[in-house]
């Protein structure tokens, strides 16, 4: 039973269109995060919500939209794709906000061409 | 947000210790130690982490300077899945992990 699942697990896309990954937990866990991991493989946070509020979000272009229907699942929109989104991004969670042990999931790798 | 200093890569033999070191000269009162890895392909695990003493896990030790200011991960016998990104991270209780380059341990069997 996987504890943290993406959607789609891999995504290729045309610059311009607009695209969604999904995210969702079954750890209970109170706050979930999105991270972008680019090509030089730096892992940087981008947004965490916390009971489905939000309480980090990093200097993100606003075609990038986080929604979180409730604690269990954040998903990440992104319009308007461009080359520079190609990466992977990975959402994980963690009991509380900031709190040690966050779990990742195994990534979405989005291809923008 | 805390600096860290790891090396860009190690080596190891399996079934060997190996101890993976971290430098973080400035870190602050508050910041724990905390280290994640990254296997091929993988988002990152969670590994273990510290405020000021030593820790031991099921997958690994943690040892801490007393000064705080360096601190190593100790893999007991290392294993061939245990060929990953290390990082070593400094965060306060709430606030956000911000991951460094970590080092790549390749384990030669």
């Known amino acids: 039973d996987t504890a943290v699942s993406q959607t789609p697990k891999y995504l290729v896309t045309q610059m311009g269109n607009d695209k969604s990954i999904k995210c969702e937990q079954n750890?209970?866990?109170?706050?979930m995060y999105w991270y972008k991991q680019d090509s030089k493989k730096f892992l940087k946070i981008m947004f965490s919500?916390?009971?489905?509020?939000?309480?980090i979000n990093e200097t993100v272009p606003n075609r990038f939209s986080p929604k979180s229907p409730d604690k269990a699942h954040l998903n990440l929109h992104i319009n308007s794709l461009e080359l520079g989104d190609s990466a992977v991004y990975f959402c994980?969670?963690?009991?509380?906000?900031?709190?040690?042990?966050?779990?990742f999931g195994s990534g979405t790798r989005l291809t923008v061409v | 947000d805390a600096k860290t200093t790891q090396p860009n890569s190690m080596e190891s033999n399996e079934e060997e210790p190996v101890h993976l070191p971290c430098n973080h000269s400035?870190?602050?009162?508050?910041?724990?130690i905390h280290w994640y890895r990254q296997l091929p392909s993988q988002g990152p695990e969670y590994v273990i982490h510290?405020?000021?003493s030593n820790v031991n896990n099921r997958m690994a030790s943690l040892a801490i300077a007393e000064d705080r200011k360096s601190s190593t991960l100790i893999l007991h016998r290392a294993t061939l899945r245990d060929a990953a990104v290390y990082y070593c991270?400094?965060?306060?209780?709430?606030?956000?992990?911000?991951f460094g380059a970590g080092t790549i341990l390749r384990v030669k069997s």
């Open positions: 510290g405020l000021t």
């Open positions: 919500y916390n009971n489905k509020e939000l309480i």
């Open positions: 994980a969670s963690s009991r509380s906000h900031g709190l040690p042990g966050y779990t």
């Open positions: 991270i400094l965060g306060e209780y709430g606030n956000k992990l911000v």
């Open positions: 400035t870190i602050s009162g508050t910041d724990y």
């Open positions: 750890l209970g866990h109170d706050t």
